[in-house]
């Protein structure tokens, strides 16, 4: 019978540590606010090339717009930026086992304009803003 209480308290104590073990981590900070997991990681903005025409974005920096090119190749656009020190052009590829869509990187705080070309033509060029704030 003892021997039963024990392997009982035993078995609940594993499963109380186990349990603890399961909860959401989180670090804090001096002012006691918990910080997510991921740190400084900022999610991109999506938009569809169509949509950019005229627009404009606004962006943090470090943060990058993925642009989607809908039924056109992702590798068919080039782009220009206006003030390179606030943002740059990231082409887009398809390397056979990923395709990544073209896109503007937000370097620092500033705007530029935009200027997207397709090299199938027949398509107006996409002129767009992108402003960058800080963190």
Do not use: H, W
Request: charge should be negative; charged fraction near 15%.
């Amino acid at each position: 019978m003892k021997l039963s209480r024990l392997a009982l308290g035993a078995a609940v104590v594993t499963v109380s540590l186990l349990m603890a073990g399961c909860s959401p981590a989180s670090s804090s900070s001096p002012t006691g606010d918990a910080t997510p997991i991921g740190g400084d990681i900022v999610a991109p903005v999506t938009m569809s090339a169509t949509d950019l025409q005229g627009a404009s974005v606004d962006l943090i920096v470090g943060q990058t717009l993925n642009i989607d090119t809908g039924d056109l190749a992702v590798d068919s656009y080039t782009g220009t930026v206006a003030d390179g020190v606030v943002a740059e052009f990231v082409a887009g590829k398809d390397d056979g086992s990923a395709t990544f869509n073209p896109g503007v990187r937000a370097l620092s705080v500033g705007t530029t304009s935009i200027t997207m070309t397709n090299k199938d033509g027949g398509i107006q060029p996409l002129e767009f803003t992108v402003v960058v704030t800080a963190r």
